[in-house]
């Protein structure tokens, strides 16, 4: 069975930081590409971050020079450093794991609140 599962999240004061991390089972057999999103109520989730298995990365311009996507040895494991929060930071998490364009899996969502 797929898992992808999530943990990291948290309340923060604006300018502090926090790593959100995302575990892929062993059952995805190979991992193309990893994501973060995130969603706020009443809106769609919208693109942050993408880290190809090349070892490319993309940013959403909202969020580049302050969130890092990583990953580990075993690259089955992925990583989202997030510096500088901003409250406009607040919402759910999601990170996304691609086997292929047509075959992905979603975590299950980590909640992240920045105060003011």
């Known amino acids: 069975q797929v898992q992808l599962v999530e943990s990291g999240g948290g309340t923060v004061q604006a300018g502090g930081s926090l790593r959100l991390s995302c575990a892929a089972s062993?059952?995805?057999?190979?991992?193309?590409?990893m994501g973060w999103y995130r969603q706020t109520p009443g809106k769609t989730r919208e693109w942050l971050s993408t880290l190809t298995s090349g070892g490319d990365t993309e940013y959403k311009y909202s969020v580049k020079g302050r969130f890092t996507i990583s990953t580990d040895n075993t690259k089955r494991t992925a990583y989202l450093q997030m510096n500088s929060l901003k409250p406009e930071d607040t919402g759910t998490y999601y990170c996304?794991?691609?086997?292929?364009?047509?075959?992905?899996?979603w975590g299950q969502g980590t909640q992240v609140t920045v105060s003011s």
């Open positions: 996304r794991i691609e086997e292929n364009e047509a075959v992905w899996y």
């Open positions: 062993e059952s995805i057999s190979k991992i193309n590409k």
